[in-house]
C-alpha cells in the first residue's frame, strides 16, 4: 500500500509537471504531511486502507459495488476495471457529472447527501485503484445501519 501510494504521488509529481512541484514533509505549514505541492495548490496523501472504511461508512456501497459486494445502481468501482495510472481530477469530474443523479440516489437510500472533506474523497480515490486493499473489503467493513441499504449479493 504504501509502495502504491508513493507511485501515485510520483505519478501525481509528474502530471503536475515536476518543475515546481515539492512533497510537504511536515504540518508546519498547515499542510498534511506527504501533500504534493505545486504552486498554490495541495494534493492531500492518498490513503487506501482510510478509503476502505470511508467506502463502506459513508455508504458508496450502497449503490457501487467492489468485487462483488455492493450495490448495482452505479458503476462497479473494483480497482481491476480502472484505467491505470488514473488522473484523480478526472474521477472527480466524473462524480461532479453525476452529482444531481447521485445526491437525489443518497437521499432516497440514506436520508441525506454524502459529505466529503477533501482527504476523504482522496482516500476514497485510492481506494477504488488499490487491489490489494480491496482485497481485505467485506460486507464486515459496512456498518449495519448502512448494510441494511445494501442489496444482497
Known amino acids: 500500500m504504501k509502495n502504491q501510494s508513493k507511485v501515485l504521488s510520483v505519478l501525481t509529481l509528474v502530471a503536475l509537471g515536476a518543475a515546481g512541484a515539492s512533497v510537504a514533509q511536515s504540518s508546519g505549514n498547515s499542510l498534511p ?12 496523501p492518498l490513503d487506501a486502507a482510510a478509503g476502505r472504511k470511508l467506502f463502506a461508512s459513508k455508504g458508496c456501497v450502497v449503490c457501487h459495488s467492489i468485487n462483488g459486494i455492493g450495490g448495482t445502481d452505479a458503476p462497479d468501482l473494483s480497482a481491476a476495471n480502472m484505467e491505470k495510472p488514473m488522473d484523480a481530477f478526472d474521477f472527480a469530474a466524473k462524480m461532479w457529472r453525476g ?11 440514506l436520508g441525506a447527501q454524502i459529505e466529503f472533506s477533501g482527504q476523504e474523497l482522496a482516500n476514497i480515490i485510492a481506494f477504488v485503484h488499490d487491489q490489494t486493499e480491496q482485497k481485505k473489503f467485506s460486507k464486515a467493513d459496512i456498518p449495519a445501519d448502512i448494510l441494511k441499504h445494501v442489496p444482497a449479493n
Request: net charge negative.
Open 33 to 44: 504531511k506527504g501533500a504534493i505541492v505545486a504552486g498554490g495548490v495541495f494534493i492531500p
Open 99 to 109: 452529482a444531481p443523479a447521485m445526491i437525489a440516489m443518497q437521499q432516497d437510500e
